[in-house]
């Protein structure tokens, strides 16, 4: 059986030497790049703090890359950060938007883009969903015309375990196909993806790796990060995740949907059956992926001894409040603003009593379970009967905690805005949560 290869290229301060490097490494991918019309690069940039997305100078090295082949080929940035946030405005704050028009490239908002109907998924995870129809058209029917470069940051990631290739595809989705499965099925959701779309060619951002992600506040986050200086590549998804699990002192078993993918068939994860090519940067302890909080006394979350899925409400809730409450203020800040989340199932009546008000009921199994019972108990309960929606966490938390969303952007409230309105004009379904 043929070896899957994976490329590790040391930065060592030169990103175009690194790119260049590494793709030579893989004739198929440059013929690849000769021969097609179009090249989507799919980056990570879901928020605004520096290494929490992929490196601009890294993706100008793959552009100028593509432009020394063919100096007049197409090349679109794609990405879809929204969950309460809109690509538009990440684009504009991190300077996307100035690279792409300094470089010719068409940025690609996904949550402005129209939308086609597809299935993912079989029998009981089958889901129907979105997708954006200018994917879908140039890389699923005319899929010989163009190439897809997938190329995310490498995190450790409280709710997957890790962010990389695989679960980069994420942003494919729009935010109401996000949500769905967003839970104890989320890692299968990933592969699930991955079987509807794979990426011809995966080059990962391993230059400083986060801990306890997705996204921490900024003045946390500088603690967080661990110097690797590399850059891992290959054309199997699988098989690229796999060394990066191990870049972050974990064995690809260890990750749920890189085990799930490889024995679904679609890559190698068994690093005894993948060709290294490089040097591993050393690594020597696991590097966590548990969030750690930072939560004011005056706030309680009561989980149902049942339990609640962390890929799902609990580790939003706990991802939003760790940002609306550090991003911008600080624990002591909230003392005197008392708040009550309960979310999960399975509760016992001991629980429920003496809540301080006011009470968020978060996710569809504590809906269905206490909705009735709260309400009558209580005066001030608000209810929230989603999953995996981070976006209305976001609002109805900030609205308890009297904290005002536009404190997060490092951008103006007017600029927000215009963004926003610039957004809708162009067929942005989002809102900002409000």
């Not at 890559?267 to 750690?292: Q, R, Y």
Request: proline residues 5%; glycine residues 6%.
């Amino acid at each position: 059986m043929k070896k899957s290869r994976v490329a590790i290229e040391k930065l060592a301060g030169s990103p175009p030497l690194a790119v260049n490097k590494l793709l030579a490494r893989f004739p198929e991918i440059v013929r690849r790049l000769h021969d097609c019309k179009k090249v989507f690069i799919k980056i990570n940039a879901v928020y605004f703090h520096p290494h929490l997305h992929t490196s601009l100078p890294l993706i100008e090295s793959v552009v100028e890359y593509v432009r020394s082949i063919d100096s007049k080929k197409e090349i679109f940035l794609v990405e879809n950060c929204s969950q309460g946030n809109f690509t538009r405005l990440c684009f504009t704050t991190i300077g996307l938007d100035g690279l792409a028009r300094r470089l010719r490239l068409r940025c690609l908002f996904l949550d402005e883009e129209k939308s086609v109907r597809v299935t993912i998924g079989e029998g009981e995870r089958e889901e129907k969903i979105r997708f954006p129809k200018i994917l879908y058209d140039n890389l699923i029917v005319e899929r010989k015309n163009s190439i897809y470069v997938n190329m995310p940051v490498l995190k450790a990631h409280c709710q997957t375990q890790m962010t990389a290739g695989i679960k980069n595809q994420m942003g494919l989705l729009y935010d109401i196909d996000k949500a769905k499965n967003h839970n104890r099925h989320l890692h299968q959701k990933l592969v699930n993806i991955l079987k509807f779309i794979r990426p011809d060619f995966t080059l990962v951002d391993a230059l400083k790796v986060l801990a306890r992600g997705p996204m921490p506040p900024g003045r946390f986050a500088k603690d967080l990060l661990h110097e690797k200086d590399v850059i891992v590549g290959g054309e199997d998804v699988v098989a690229v995740d796999a060394v990066c699990a191990r870049i972050l002192g974990h064995e690809p078993v260890e990750i749920k949907h890189v085990a799930l993918a490889a024995e679904q068939g679609l890559g190698v994860a068994d690093l005894n059956s993948i060709e290294i090519e490089g040097e591993m940067p050393p690594c020597s302890e696991k590097i966590p992926w548990e969030l750690n909080t930072h939560f004011p006394d005056s706030l309680r979350v009561v989980v149902g001894k049942g339990g609640a899925c962390y890929e799902g409400c609990l580790g939003h809730l706990e991802q939003v409040i760790e940002l609306l409450v550090n991003e911008k203020y600080s624990p002591n800040d909230f003392s005197s603003l008392p708040l009550t989340i309960v979310t999960g199932k399975g509760f016992e009546a001991g629980q429920i009593e003496n809540l301080v008000e006011p009470v968020i009921l978060l996710g569809e199994c504590a809906c269905k379970e206490l909705h009735e019972t709260l309400k009558n108990k209580y005066l001030q309960v608000d209810a929230l009967n989603t999953c995996g929606r981070c976006d209305n966490i976001v609002a109805c938390v900030a609205r308890n905690m009297n904290v005002d969303v536009f404190d997060l952007s490092p951008l103006s409230r007017l600029e927000v805005y215009r963004q926003f309105l610039t957004g809708r004009l162009k067929g942005l379904r989002y809102t900002i949560p409000r």
